[in-house]
């Protein structure tokens, strides 16, 4: 499981507590930011449950209609709504003896949450469409990035329901916080692309590139440090990774194109081209040796350029650098 890979101490820390209430039949919120393995978390916790052989259904809110969220999570009976052409089992009852995942459980709209806190306190609801009750016997593990306290003081979540899902709060730590974990994580995935694309050689990733991916904030986190290494690889076709791809949408043929009108005509200097050039070339050169740590031959593959180039650009716009 690959979100389970990892060393650092907040991660093992975290593997600890989820461990922990696995074994205790009660309600669990985790939470994390995107990209960070909400769903691998809580598909860990039911598997270390009690309730391992059960099912284990997931519910992701976020792509359903808050109109349809009620009548997916507690079925309907036929003839509840126009198109209700049979009865439909809701994913409670799909879940019946295991655990339910919901997936963004903060967009769930709040007459729904009313009907999801008498789950929680008596383990029953009713169709929609019907005024017969179901009794269900489930474990519910909620999901979100969303701040819920800050949802309840604004009206937008239940507090009593929110009381009654938090026996535990799991927050999973960001990626930027687990240190080599990246790299571990990040070979796992390229030997698994390496695999997958039928590689005689599982590609490696140079110092440069080991620097850049544990400098990087990662605000997509585990998930889009997958998706970044796998780009990587397939491009390699094996041995040393170089480079790699932070912002895929970045268009290499956007250029700033200065229209031919009279009202920007007039806002622009053409006499001040060469100083409007030496100022660009300053910011890039200053933008890049912050990023290397005033390493010239790092800041010099930043831009692309060869070393004695830099060295000609920070000797015209004297630049005060004395690293190597």
Not at 75 to 88: D, L, M, P, S
Not at 188 to 193: D, L, N, P, R, V
Request: aromatic share 8%.
């Amino acid at each position: 499981m690959e979100t389970a890979i990892g060393n650092s101490e907040v991660f093992l820390d975290f593997q600890k507590r989820l461990a922990q209430v696995a074994l205790v039949n009660r309600s669990v919120l985790i939470l994390g930011e995107r990209g960070s393995g909400k769903e691998m978390a809580a598909k860990r916790l039911h598997y270390l449950s009690s309730r391992w052989a059960g099912n284990l259904v997931t519910v992701n809110c976020a792509t359903l209609a808050p109109s349809l969220i009620e009548s997916e999570l507690f079925g309907y009976e036929k003839g509840a709504f126009t198109g209700a052409n049979e009865t439909r089992k809701g994913r409670f009852e799909e879940a019946q003896g295991g655990t339910i995942f919901l997936d963004e459980i903060g967009l769930i709209p709040l007459n729904v949450q009313e009907k999801l806190l008498r789950v929680v306190e008596y383990g029953t609801f009713e169709r929609v469409g019907s005024s017969v009750t179901h009794e269900t016997d489930v474990r519910i593990i909620g999901a979100t990035n969303s701040d819920l306290v800050k949802m309840v003081e604004e009206g937008r979540f239940k507090a009593d329901l929110l009381d009654r899902l938090s026996f535990e709060v799991l927050y999973i730590p960001p990626l930027r916080y687990r240190g080599g974990d990246i790299l571990e994580l990040a070979n796992f995935f390229a030997q698994k692309m390496a695999m997958e694309c039928n590689l005689e050689q599982v590609p490696y990733f140079s110092a440069d590139v080991q620097d850049i991916m544990l400098r990087y904030r990662w605000p997509g986190n585990v998930r889009e440090l997958k998706n970044t290494v796998e780009r990587a690889v397939y491009r390699s076709g094996g041995g040393e990774i170089t480079s790699i791809e932070l912002d895929p949408f970045k268009n290499p043929f956007k250029v700033d194109v200065i229209e031919s009108t009279t009202e920007i005509d007039k806002d622009i200097n053409l006499s001040s081209f060469e100083t409007a050039r030496a100022n660009l070339e300053k910011s890039y050169l200053e933008k890049a040796l912050a990023l290397s740590d005033g390493n010239r031959k790092k800041a010099a593959k930043l831009l692309g350029i060869s070393y004695d180039q830099l060295r000609g650009l920070i000797k015209k716009h004297i630049i005060d650098n004395s690293a190597s």
